[in-house]
């Protein structure tokens, strides 16, 4: 990951270092004092006064915007804003009015430090300390008419950025308990399901198996019948569980495609999906549909819960190829949370799944990165395939 995300703390080193150089981008803004060091005709320990002054500055500055968001008290906030306000006063009553442009970054840090409330009374109380400084200092008023606005607007520009971040930031957490609660109310219907279907069928087993055993020795015939009858319920207590994991059907496109829109739409991800899928579905069979309906979802689900994505397109097109015609569901996200795990490989159970249920049918799957963050392409003949491939014949 090459960057931060708003309303994401850097997590590494590169990430620290990506943020530091943003912020350390509006310190062009300090030429002003550092040329008054340099050509302001100061003497020596002035200049070495000045010159510790502004390290001073701009590091405290710099501890109060990195620590934006990690939830300090208020009273803390204030007080490091304090210390930047007596800091510019200082030396801008010491040393002259090209120092006035540090309340700047005091009104700046004080939109992005604290809530909007204070914000909207600290930031008019740094413009009035910015005036009444200025008008203090020799040749002051020439300066303030350019550091005013700028103070004024940047401050309350960094209030929005800041409900900005607090928003995204909601929303991710947000994102992730859609997530989750799809993923508990799925387990909760299978165990409702698996404990409605099972708990007949082996209540009848087990009394049908009690009854052949008192039967066997006397009446072998009836107890062969009722073995028989075992064997016929523990049958459809197979089907009925494939079902209940299955989703009482085998899943259609059409269905997954709505159903696709609907997760997309409530985690807060852009969905671009066709609109209809009947086209490109004429003459396959169920077989087929049911293993791209899969891939469908699978993917969907990696999107919503893994991915971070904020769009996710899926296409389905029908192409003629030299083993005939085929179908393509390619799902392509910009997210960069989606593991990255081959087909097949250790760890990637649901894309080895769907590899799985794609080869049965003759097709494919291929999932990786791209270049803007993830694919999922899966492969299907257009047309039932050949009863013996895949076989294992």
């Known amino acids: 990951m090459s960057g931060v995300g708003i309303g994401q703390r850097p997590e590494n ?34 200049v070495v006064l000045g010159w510790i002054g502004l390290v001073a500055f701009v590091t405290w500055y710099f501890v109060l915007i990195f620590r934006t968001g990690r939830r300090d008290t208020t009273p803390m906030v204030l007080g490091a804003l304090a210390v930047l306000a007596a800091q510019s006063s200082l030396l801008a009553l010491s040393l002259g009015r090209e120092w ?19 914000a909207r009374l600290t930031i008019p109380a740094v413009s009035a ?3 009444g400084i200025a008008l203090a200092v020799p040749g002051g008023e ?7 606005l700028p103070a004024l607007l940047g401050g309350f520009a960094m209030t929005g950025v800041r409900e900005l971040v607090r928003t995204t930031r909601e929303l991710r957490e947000a994102r992730a308990t859609v997530a989750q609660l799809a993923a508990n109310e799925e387990r909760l219907r299978l165990a409702r399901d698996l404990h409605d279907l099972l708990g007949h069928s082996l209540s009848l087993i087990t009394l049908k198996s009690e009854l052949a055993g008192r039967m066997l020795p006397g009446h072998p015939d009836k107890a062969a019948q009722q073995i028989a009858d075992i064997e016929q319920v523990s049958r459809q207590a197979l089907v009925d569980v494939r079902e209940a994991v299955t989703g009482y059907r085998r899943p259609r496109l059409g269905a997954e495609l709505a159903g696709a829109r609907d997760a997309l739409t409530a985690a807060g991800i852009a969905a671009e999906l ?79 799944g769907l590899t799985e249920r794609l080869e049965q049918v003759g097709g494919t799957l291929v999932a990786g990165r791209s270049r803007h963050g993830f694919r999922l392409l899966a492969r299907a003949p257009a047309t039932p395939p050949d009863p013996d491939v895949g076989s294992g014949a």
Request: with cysteine; net charge negative; charged share 20%.
């Open 13 to 46: 080193r590169r990430q620290r270092a990506i943020k530091f150089l943003w912020t350390g981008i509006w310190l062009a803004y300090l030429s002003a004092p550092v040329s008054d060091l340099l050509e302001g005709g100061h003497s020596d320990g002035v």
């Open 100 to 118: 006035l442009v540090l309340f700047v970054y005091v009104s700046v840090a004080s939109g992005a430090a604290l809530p909007p409330r204070l």
């Open 129 to 131: 300390l910015l005036t």
């Open 142 to 148: 020439a300066y303030l008419a350019s550091l005013l």
């Open 274 to 352: 066709p609109a209809d899928p009947g086209s490109a579905l004429t003459d396959v069979s169920e077989d087929i549909e049911s293993a791209l309906a899969w891939a469908l979802r699978e993917a969907v689900t990696n999107v919503v819960r893994h991915s971070g994505a904020r769009r996710c397109t899926v296409d389905l097109v029908r192409r003629q190829t030299l083993d005939g015609p085929m179908l393509e569901l390619t799902v392509d996200d910009d997210g960069t949370g989606t593991p990255a795990v081959a087909p097949g490989e250790a760890g990637g159970s649901g894309l080895a």
